[in-house]
């Protein structure tokens, strides 16, 4: 399988069939997954290496070390971050009718897409307008 490069590292798909996906996510020392949801899929996340946070509920942090699982159910706010030194490796098992990457919403992006809205409602949207 061929690995997707991610700025906080990578993740690949191990096995896929119809309603389930298995990937492997490798999340790179200091990094973190963006906070995150999805809504027509659960996840349950097992560590395999190496120490992380899974953030929830809210900011509810939970420790994982390797062995230990969390199931994220759907519409649920969740948010994978390696404060260690070295690589987390998760199992990522996906469940649910549509088990892919279109079925995100990621709340950096929707504070990103509030601004660009209120600045347009604004009438400020030329101050977005790089001139050369």
């Known amino acids: 399988m061929s690995k997707t490069k991610r700025p906080w590292g990578y993740w690949e798909v191990l096995k896929e069939e119809p309603g389930r996906k298995i990937k492997l996510l490798n999340v790179k020392p200091g990094q973190s ?16 290496e190496g120490n992380g946070i899974l953030k929830m509920h809210g900011d509810t942090r939970f420790a994982l070390e390797p062995g230990e699982s969390s199931f994220i159910d759907v519409e649920e706010w969740h948010q994978l971050v390696n404060e260690s030194e070295e690589d987390l490796v998760i199992l990522e098992v996906q469940e649910g009718e549509e088990c892919s990457e279109e079925d995100i919403e990621r709340e950096d992006y929707k504070r990103i897409q509030k601004v660009l809205t209120s600045l347009n409602a604004d009438g400020d949207d030329e101050s977005m307008i790089e001139e050369d």
Request: with cysteine; net charge positive; proline share 0%.
């Open 33 to 48: 997954l963006s906070k995150q949801r999805h809504f027509k899929r659960t996840e349950l996340w097992l560590c395999i």
